[in-house]
């Protein structure tokens, strides 16, 4: 079993800065592909970025590839989402996710934070 609680979030102008954290606990974790998953006002949830339990494949959404990265520190059961050139499109409800295999989809992954609000003023 996986437990994520995600930190970070909060208000930041256009063009600023913000990492995400997410960190997990259950021995297992080191297994687990993660990803990061959006959710804007009015839409559905989307996929922004994955990385296998290694941390040795990555994934990026179009809209946010060359502003964003993954990582992820296994010694300390932590995944990283770091977003740079922030913009107001970026603004939603970020969660974190586990899963035995890096996917895309939300089914992909069994284990879900409770998601952290993440808004970009213009």
């Known amino acids: 079993q996986v437990q994520l609680v995600e930190s970070g979030g909060g208000l930041v102008q256009a063009g600023g800065s913000l990492r995400l954290s997410c960190a997990a606990s259950g021995r297992t974790f080191s297994t687990y592909a993660s990803g990061w998953f959006r959710q804007a006002p009015g839409k559905e949830r989307e996929i922004v970025a994955a990385?296998?339990?290694?941390?040795?494949?990555?994934y990026y959404a179009d809209s946010v590839k060359g502003r964003f990265t993954i990582s992820r520190d296994n010694a300390k059961n932590t995944v990283y989402l770091q977003m740079n050139s922030l913009n107001p499109e970026d603004t939603a409800v970020y969660y974190c996710a586990a899963g035995p295999v890096l996917g895309i989809s939300q089914n992909d992954y069994a284990y879900w934070g409770q998601g952290t609000q993440v808004t970009v003023s213009s």
């Open positions: 990385i296998r339990s290694s941390g040795g494949m990555t």
